[in-house]
């Protein structure tokens, strides 16, 4: 089975801090991706990748970066974190690009105090 | 804009029973794709269906896919208390591989 490992389950840290979440698979697929979910609207694609050192922005990269130095590992970085970035964090992969599922971590619950 | 709309929001029903999700779309697609998610964790894939596919079946589960109407719906047949979850449906973008997600039922099964 396909294990995605987030580095973390809860997180706490202060606004403008930098903030590193990370992520781990092992099923040696391409396509990674990050994702923030909140109440009332759903999951929002942040940023994704299709390949080592290749990123692309999805729909809310603003105040967002991403590292993936390695194929298995995909980094999400808040520059100088924000209250409004509080949010539950989900990273997933997936294999190729077109009609395969995305396998899901456990999810980062992360505060912006 | 959501590309994936599940109605109802929310659903509450008696162990044993059937639960019915539909999902809505606006552009066409490849696939669509069901997801699980319990409380305070990640999404879990259910089920694919390809848009040439008209129904599938997985265990308890059944999908069905109406490309004409641009929609979806997700049965599970004899419910358990440990069905209790929130479902997603998500259509993909294209050839990319990314998906968009819908807003998501919420069912809860009593035992």
């Known amino acids: 089975d396909v294990k995605v490992t987030q580095s973390s389950r809860y997180l706490v840290k202060r606004t403008g801090e930098k903030v590193f979440l990370e992520c781990v698979q092992d099923?040696?697929?391409?396509?990674m991706f990050w994702y923030r979910q909140d109440p009332g609207l759903g999951l929002r694609l942040i940023y994704f990748s299709y390949d080592v050192k290749m990123k692309e922005k999805g729909d809310i990269p603003e105040g967002y970066s991403v590292s993936r130095e390695k194929k298995e590992r995909f980094s999400l970085i808040l520059e100088s974190a924000s209250t409004n970035q509080t949010s539950m964090y989900l990273c997933?992969?997936?294999?190729?690009?077109?009609?395969?599922?995305?396998?899901f971590g456990d999810g980062t619950r992360l505060s912006i105090l | 804009s959501q590309q994936g709309e599940e109605d109802p929001q929310a659903l509450s029903i008696q162990e044993g029973e059937n639960a019915t999700m539909n999902c809505s779309y606006k552009?066409?697609?490849?696939?669509l794709q069901w997801y699980r998610q319990n409380s305070g964790r990640g999404l879990v894939h259910l089920i694919l269906i390809r848009s040439n596919e008209r129904e599938k079946h997985s265990g308890r589960l059944r999908v069905t896919l109406d490309t004409s109407k641009k929609s979806s719906s997700l049965l599970i047949t004899a419910s358990r208390a440990a069905d209790t979850a929130s479902y997603f449906c998500a259509t993909d973008r294209g050839n990319t591989g990314k998906l968009i997600f819908g807003q998501g039922t919420t069912l809860q099964v009593k035992p």
């Open positions: 099923m040696d697929h391409e396509n």
């Open positions: 552009t066409s697609i490849n696939n």
């Open positions: 997933a992969s997936s294999r190729d690009r077109e009609g395969q599922p995305q396998h």
